[in-house]
């Protein structure tokens, strides 16, 4: 069964450094997403891509966020400065379309901020 | 999106079924009632959703009431594995990709054996 995934698994990085979430989107979907989820708090909604731009994005997304689907089939997510409070789990979704109404989930990068 | 109300956990015995409510009673009516699950610091993973009539499929079954105030997961035969948090969320039909979803709390299940 085709699935998302993530990589890395696991990324630690030093405040202020430059992090790239990649995630493997769903052949054939057309929508993705990113989400994060703090340590014991609700998942909450990043931003959407679709057709090669940012479609909806929450007020968390801010200028040191952005998302790129580079190759066709890459999704990533580049915080340009970390901070201590950007540690938490990023999951990647995608969904296939307006026939689709469903969003799969990568099994996330668990970010930790030092 | 409508704001939806769940209780915060839920106890289960393995081998029974499992009846998670969730009440959303400012749903307008092109809202669809989506739940998904999220198995320990997992990625969540989508179960079922509906509009106004009943839905099953290999996961689950979702029962809406007639005014779509309210509606009832179903896990039909709770197992270990079913322990997790069960999210349900209102949202309009996918459209342009602007369906960002909106997750609350959830109802953490736990399945006893």
């Known amino acids: 069964e085709p699935e998302v995934t993530q990589t890395p698994s696991h990324q630690v990085t030093q405040m202020g450094q430059e992090v790239i979430l990649r995630c493997v989107p769903i052949s054939n979907h057309l929508y993705f997403y990113w989400y994060r989820q703090i340590l014991g708090q609700k998942v909450e909604f990043l931003v959407s891509?679709?057709?090669?731009?940012?479609?909806?994005k929450s007020e968390i997304f801010d200028d040191q966020f952005s998302v790129e689907r580079p190759d066709g089939s890459n999704f990533t997510l580049k915080i340009r400065s970390t901070k201590l409070e950007d540690s938490a789990m990023y999951f990647c979704?995608?969904?296939?379309?307006?026939?689709?109404?469903?969003?799969?989930f990568g099994p996330g990068t668990r970010l930790t901020v030092l | 999106d409508a704001k939806t109300t769940q209780p915060p956990s839920m106890d289960c015995a393995e081998g029974r079924a499992a009846n998670l409510p969730c009440n959303h009673s400012t749903i307008s009516g092109n809202e669809y009632v989506y739940w998904y699950r999220q198995i320990h610091s997992q990625g969540p993973q989508y179960i079922i959703h509906?509009?106004?009539n009943n839905e099953t499929n290999e996961m689950a079954s979702l029962i809406i009431t007639e005014d779509r105030k309210s509606s009832t997961l179903i896990l039909p035969h709770a197992t270990l594995r079913d322990t997790a948090v069960y999210y349900c969320?209102?949202?309009?039909?996918?459209?342009?990709?602007?369906?960002?979803?909106?997750f609350g709390k959830g109802t953490h299940l736990i399945i006893q054996p």
């Open positions: 979704a995608s969904r296939a379309g307006l026939a689709g109404n469903e969003q799969f």
């Open positions: 891509f679709y057709n090669n731009e940012i479609s909806e």
């Open positions: 969320i209102v949202r309009g039909r996918a459209g342009g990709g602007a369906d960002g979803l909106t």
């Open positions: 509906g509009l106004k």
